[in-house]
């Protein structure tokens, strides 16, 4: 079993900044990529920013510049890293990883997080 858990969001002023962390846990071999997506009031569940266990990132267009994505290899953590916060960022921020549980081609699963509320205001 593996779990994500998050943590890190929040209500802040436009212009501010906030840290989300997510942790995962439980049996496997290794970590792949890991991520954040968001999902606004009536809209689809979007990309944020990924990276992959060597560092490689991806970032939506409309964040970089303003978020950071990095993670923690020894403790199978990953972090964004918001600043210069706008109302459009207000969402629900899920993490994601895509986890080896075993070493077979077919071993690998993606997991989500319960994810957490993020609130911008103008």
């Known amino acids: 079993q593996v779990q994500l858990v998050e943590s890190g969001g929040g209500l802040v002023q436009a212009g501010g900044s906030l840290r989300l962390s997510c942790a995962a846990s439980?049996?496997?071999?290794?970590?792949?990529?890991m991520g954040w997506y968001r999902q606004a009031p009536g809209k689809q569940r979007e990309l944020v920013a990924t990276?992959?266990?060597?560092?490689?990132?991806i970032y939506k267009d409309s964040v970089k510049g303003r978020f950071t994505i990095s993670r923690d290899n020894a403790k199978n953590t990953v972090y964004l890293q918001m600043n210069s916060l706008k109302p459009e960022d207000t969402a629900v921020y899920y993490c994601?990883?895509?986890?080896?549980?075993?070493?077979?081609?077919?071993?690998?699963?993606?997991?989500w997080g319960q994810g957490t509320q993020v609130t911008v205001s103008s």
């Open positions: 990276v992959t266990s060597g560092g490689s990132t």
């Open positions: 439980g049996s496997f071999l290794y970590v792949n990529v």
């Open positions: 994601n990883a895509d986890v080896r549980l075993r070493s077979d081609y077919n071993g690998v699963f993606r997991y």
